[in-house]
């Protein structure tokens, strides 16, 4: 009997010495797709693990119907089943599991436009939804106990109510106040009208090259607009509004001479403001637009565009970096992007930008407007985007040729979220070009190219909509070009006001060379990039 308990003793001992070194596997969990009824678009950010829902404005935000949720492996488990009618006025956070915890947060926004406007009217209404107050100012002249509303729309379209009916309203010597409701909502708004002192004033002039912007406010219902003269001459151009808010009137006048100045004026029935002047700001190009100018001033492994030797200053300095630097680095036998000497549209050469399978990953062929800045590993580079530029072109216009190849398993590295590009499809080309006015405080890179992009952290990728862009277009080449193109990539502002710092361009054979997915038989050559004023 002892010696039966000494053998367990040992058994023991011997299991109690074995240790587990294997490590869990690791699977992270994330959410592939979210189906909501009512919404317009459902954005998921797998790397900050936020869903971003944006809901028609007349869905019943405290009772959304989440129809369905999809994962990315079948081994996640969800906190709690998010699927139902839910309330998503506020956010709400799921915890997946697998062998690890990955907190999601889902939260929605529900854009609802809203106007209000009336007779007599002078400028646009001040619509103050955090305050339930609107703020209309009408003609000095104008009777305030026998006003008119012409216009109003506090809530969702089609669904919301008003008490009492906004049309039989006619007294705003003092507040009014209209109920509001839709849905489960109850909202009480006040109504303030106050005198204008001026009939007709200039609100804003925003001067470009060949194009300026005008806003300014008048009466609602007069015979609003501007009136234009280049400055020595006599006879004025009158120019129409292209949109008109209560009082509230803009135009674009457009075929304008570059560094020339103008008169103008704006008018709302037979009153007029005093003459405005401004001058228009000169037509700027990129450097080396055309790849004329290239050495091997950086490494005898690759070219450089630039060349310290030229007579001319601009060009004795690097503008346009590529990813050259980087697949050198970690090996490759040749460049991506280099001169092409045997055909071009303008001058001696074109650019040609090549994608490969560099090593153990695959690169696309690039140039932008930046410098590479380092390489990490083999897993990745460091490039630093934008150079200093304070134009506003309204367009950038180049000449292509391009070849796309078939992506395939050695060429497909990841992908944005919500591109289905899959093995077997044909590559895709771009051009990009941003304006913004980035700090590189803030971005990581340098005073001259501020926006770092790192493609070993998505998170660091150029977002079109992030708040210090300007202006921004995309041209992609989803189609082969057999013979030189001319394509244009169209400038879309958010503001006609603000002055960018910084201008980027990028050009790729694989649009999606960031994320190391492209074809390695992608061909794009490029010559003669221009902007349009």
């Known amino acids: 009997m002892r010696k039966f308990i000494s053998i367990l003793s040992a058994a023991a001992v011997i299991v109690s010495c074995i240790h587990n070194d294997l490590p869990y596997p690791v699977i992270e969990a994330s959410i592939t797709s979210l189906e909501v009824e009512g919404a317009s678009s459902v954005e998921i950010n797998s790397l900050r693990q936020i869903i971003t829902i944006t809901l028609e404005e007349t869905t019943d935000i405290r009772n959304v ?127 303030f009208v106050e005198r204008s002192s001026t009939t007709v004033r200039f609100l804003k002039l925003d001067p470009w090259t060949r194009i300026a912007w005008l806003t300014a406010e008048g009466i609602a219902g007069n015979d609003n607009g501007f009136r234009l003269r280049e400055s020595g001459t006599e006879e004025w151009q009158a120019i129409s509004p292209s949109s008109e808010t209560g009082g509230k009137f803009t135009a674009s006048a457009d075929g304008l001479k570059p560094e020339t100045t103008y008169e103008c004026k704006a008018f709302s029935g037979n009153e007029e403001t005093e003459i405005q002047t401004f001058t228009t700001e000169d037509e700027r190009q990129l450097p080396n637009a055309g790849f004329e100018t290239w050495s091997n001033a950086e490494s005898d492994k690759y070219y450089s565009f630039f060349d310290p030797a030229s007579p001319d200053p601009e060009l004795q300095t690097k503008w346009w970096g590529s990813g050259n630097k980087g697949s050198t680095t970690v090996g490759a036998s040749h460049t991506i992007t280099m001169p092409c000497t045997d055909d071009a549209v303008e001058g001696k050469s074109s650019l040609l930008m090549a994608s490969d399978y560099v090593v153990i990953k695959f690169a696309a062929g690039n140039v932008f407007s930046g410098e590479y800045y380092k390489t990490i590993g083999t897993s990745g580079g460091v490039i630093r985007m934008g150079r200093p530029f304070t134009h506003r072109p309204q367009k950038l216009t180049a000449w292509i040729r391009y070849r796309a190849g078939v992506i395939t398993d050695k060429t497909f590295g990841d992908k944005p979220d919500n591109d289905p590009v899959k093995v077997g499809d044909r590559d895709r080309g771009s051009i990009w070009v941003a304006l913004g006015d980035w700090d590189y405080h803030k971005y990581g890179g340098s005073e001259e190219s501020p926006v770092e992009l790192n493609t070993t952290d998505k998170s660091t990728f150029f977002d079109p909509k992030g708040e210090n862009v300007i202006a921004y277009g995309n041209f992609v080449a989803d189609r082969d070009y057999d013979q030189w193109t001319k394509v244009e990539v169209p400038l879309e502002y958010v503001t006609t006001s603000k002055k960018p710092t910084h201008i980027i361009v990028s050009c790729a054979s694989s649009m999606l060379g960031d994320y190391f997915t492209g074809s390695a038989d992608s061909r794009m050559w490029i010559d003669d990039i221009r902007l349009e004023y």
Request: glycine share 4%; with cysteine; hydrophobic share 35%.
């Open 65 to 191: 119907q989440v129809k369905n949720i999809g994962f990315n492996t079948p081994e996640v488990k969800p906190s709690w089943n998010i699927c139902g009618f839910r309330d998503l006025s506020k956010p709400l956070k799921l915890t997946l599991t697998t062998y690890g915890d990955y907190e999601w947060t889902i939260e929605a926004k529900q854009p609802i436009e809203r106007w209000f406007s009336m007779s007599y009217q002078v400028g646009e209404s001040a619509v103050d939804y955090e305050n339930k107050r609107v703020v209309v100012k009408v003609a000095a002249t104008a009777d305030v106990a026998n006003l008119s509303i012409t216009s109003c729309k506090l809530g969702p379209k089609d669904i919301t109510t008003y008490t009492p009916d906004p049309s039989t309203i006619r007294d705003f010597s003092e507040e009014q106040t209209i109920q509001v409701a839709y849905h489960s909502v109850r909202e009480e708004w006040k109504i």
